[in-house]
């Protein structure tokens, strides 16, 4: 009887350990480069969910990756959240494989086929401008017009040092402009004029608030504080953009490994997706969520003038000679 009884015990314990959402243990440190409103968001629902405690550590993605590799031989994060699909891919050497849940949902374009990574969100780059500042005819219809001197100290754009979406809009401008010297004249150019801040956050904050009269930024932003009413419009860049995919990835040799794969599964979800991007406007990448009724406003991928050979693979591969250009120009002309 008492060998039964313990059995009993052991199997009890088994299913506290393993069955989310029910007795759920333990803890998953996530390393996010989100704002703090989605990461407190995300944290109380995972933690409802599956009763894991879930511990957000915000910071840039460029000073969160530094600390990822910094840690690499004894990870003290579990989960990387809110990285480009640049930084992803060229960072595969950081990451434990993991196909989510959900792994069919999700187009082949938006994940990493051995399960490195799952891009969860699509990001389009836009311009944004202060409607009190900056009338309709005025508003910067493309890239090329922020190298009017007109614009100077009057464009907001994060350093790409420190952020993979000013990375990503430094590329566009690269590409768009040919990608060799006369591509980086122009971008110096652009960075004179730029009034350059050390988080992305800043620039879609400085706009909405009337510091910066436009800046460069993500989708996601501008729509935040359209919803909000502030006094900002939203413009496609009419010579073309990039939409780019934003995710997770399972951090290599972390602590938690079990508890970070059910935080990517839940995070990818339907129900955590629709509710990401009714709150915070972030484009969904699953295909089955009707984001037009969630976000009014937001047009379909298919009317954004994508740039059609946009060489991702490049500018990663590139990406640290780059951002060193990027050192260089600062030190010249701020």
């Given amino acids: 009887m008492k060998k039964h009884a313990s059995y009993l015990v052991l199997v009890v314990l088994a299913t506290i350990m393993v069955v989310p959402g029910v007795f759920a243990q333990g803890k998953v440190v996530v390393y996010s480069t989100n704002q703090q409103a989605q990461n407190d968001m995300m944290a109380a629902e995972f933690e409802k969910a599956t009763g894991i405690k879930c511990e957000m550590v915000r910071a840039g993605s460029g000073v969160t990756l530094k600390r990822i590799r910094a840690e690499k031989d004894r990870p003290l994060g579990d989960v990387a959240l809110g990285f480009s699909k640049i930084l992803l891919n060229g960072n595969l050497d950081l990451w434990e494989p993991y196909k989510i849940k959900d792994w069919d949902v999700y187009p082949a374009e938006f994940k990493d086929p051995n399960g490195l990574w799952i891009g969860q969100m699509v990001h389009v780059m836009v311009f944004m401008y202060h409607t009190g500042l900056v009338s309709a005819d005025e508003a910067p219809k493309t890239w090329s017009d922020f190298l009017d001197p007109k614009w100077q100290d009057r464009v907001a754009f994060c350093n790409p040092n420190n952020s993979g979406s000013a990375y990503t809009q430094l590329t566009v401008m690269l590409q768009l402009w040919g990608g060799g010297d006369e591509a980086w004249q122009k971008v110096e150019t652009f960075l004179k004029n730029a009034k350059v801040t050390q988080q992305s956050s ?34 496609y860049p009419a010579d073309g953009t990039v939409a780019y995919t934003e995710g997770a990835a399972i951090i290599k040799g972390c602590q938690n490994q079990q508890n970070a794969r059910l935080f990517l599964d839940w995070a990818s979800g339907l129900e955590a ?62």
């Fill in 202 to 235: 800043l620039v879609y904050k400085g706009v909405a608030q009337g510091e910066f009269p436009a800046g460069v930024t993500m989708e996601y932003a501008a729509y935040r504080y359209k919803k909000g009413e502030a006094p900002v419009e939203v413009v």
């Fill in 273 to 334: 997706r629709k509710k990401i991007v009714s709150e915070f406007m972030r484009r969904p990448a699953r295909p089955d969520i009707d984001f037009n009724a969630l976000v009014p406003g937001m047009i379909p991928l298919v009317q954004v003038n994508q740039i059609k050979d946009y060489n991702a693979e490049r500018w990663t591969e590139e990406r640290t000679q780059n951002l060193e250009k990027v050192k260089d120009i600062l030190l010249r002309v701020k």
